[in-house]
C-alpha cells in the first residue's frame, strides 16, 4: 500500500483516481512514499526519508527544491495542462 500525503485543497475528482485497494491518500500520512501539492512550498522543510516522488498538481515547480530533490533520487513532476478545458 503506498501512502501518498497532500498538501493544499485538491480536487476529489482527482483523488478518486487512486484505487484506496493500493493507496492511502490525506495530509496526515506518515511517513509516506509520495507528495501531492499545489501551491504548498517545500523549500526549507523538512521531509520523510521515505518520499521517492513529489508531484505537484500544476505547471511549473518553482515551490518545490527540484536540485535539492534530485539529489536525493526524489523525482519531482508536474501536470501542466490538467486543468485546461
Known amino acids: 500500500m503506498y501512502k501518498v500525503k497532500t498538501f493544499n485543497n485538491l480536487a ?47 505547471a511549473g515547480v518553482n515551490n518545490i527544491p527540484v536540485q535539492e530533490y534530485a539529489k536525493e533520487g526524489i523525482v519531482v513532476f508536474n501536470t501542466p495542462g490538467a486543468n485546461a478545458n
Open 12 to 58: 476529489a475528482k482527482g483523488l478518486d483516481r487512486f484505487p484506496s485497494t493500493r493507496y492511502q491518500v490525506g495530509p496526515d500520512l506518515t511517513p509516506a512514499d509520495a507528495i501531492m501539492l499545489r501551491s504548498h512550498k517545500l523549500h526549507g522543510e523538512t521531509i520523510d526519508e521515505s518520499i521517492i516522488a513529489v508531484a505537484r498538481a500544476g
